[in-house]
């Protein structure tokens, strides 16, 4: 059984940076895409970005391009999200998930997640 656990979440500033990090366990990491989410009080579970197996293909929102960097390091089992230049419209429980190769960026894509962590950017 896969174990995601997210970490990295906090409170900052608008304009400031956190990085999240996401440890995985229970089976090959190298076998699974691996996909950051993100939930707001209110709204629909949202899509942030994905990574491949390898770690060599990304994809990110459109809404916030430019200012991520996801990045997989199969030797330590975790998967990161650098996230900068934060807004208080990016508050938001963010989520990791871990799916097939064929996992995209629509949630139901993806078969384990972690509890989440919160971010909170002040304005």
């Known amino acids: 059984q896969v174990q995601l656990v997210e970490s990295g979440g906090g409170l900052v500033q608008a304009g400031g940076s956190l990085v999240l990090s996401c440890a995985f366990s229970?089976?090959?990491?190298?076998?699974?895409?691996m996909g950051w989410f993100r939930q707001a009080p209110g709204k629909e579970r949202e899509f942030v970005a994905r990574i491949s197996r390898s770690g060599t293909t990304t994809v990110y929102a459109d809404s916030m391009k430019g200012r991520l960097t996801i990045a997989k390091n199969n030797a330590k089992n975790t998967v990161y999200l650098q996230m900068n230049s934060l807004r208080p419209e990016d508050t938001a429980v963010y989520y990791c998930a871990a799916g097939p190769i064929y996992s995209g960026t629509y949630w139901r894509d993806y078969n384990y997640w972690g509890q989440g962590t919160q971010v909170t950017v002040s304005s």
């Open positions: 229970g089976r090959t990491f190298s076998n699974y895409v």
